[in-house]
């Protein structure tokens, strides 16, 4: 489960339940979903199951990372169910009061993004394209 995190107007609570991997397996019995909670009342806003719409099996993300921008963007980051095992990626959804929509044309795969720190309310990360090559890092 990821950290919850809270709206900038402090009226939503995002948490972030799902299946994932486990020490033998992959745990598929819980969905991979972003929940939207009212935070006076506890009422359910609306659920979002991230899938992977960039690739073609369209793998549902376990997401494990959320924060929430100053402007109300809801970044995650999370493991998505790949052959051979799991890939982690980035991706940001809007809001719209009753359902979610991705604000970001596709999820990026961290392996275009170093991704550096995650706090309740920022994500901190760059592209890679932007970064000289490194040989090596000790």
Known sequence: FAAPALSPDEK???VAGAWGPRVDAWE???RGAIYALDAATGALKWMFEPVNEAVWW???VWTTE???GTDGTLYAAG???TFGGGSAVVFALRD???RASYAWPRMIDTKE???FGCTAR???AMSLASVPSIAAIF
């Open 12 to 14: 939503t609570i995002y």
């Open 28 to 30: 598929t019995t819980l």
């Open 113 to 115: 993004l170093l991704v």
């Open 96 to 98: 719209q009061g009753d």
């Open 122 to 124: 920022s994500v901190m």
């Open 58 to 60: 369209k793998p549902t």
């Open 66 to 68: 959320l924060a929430v």
């Open 79 to 81: 493991t998505e169910l």
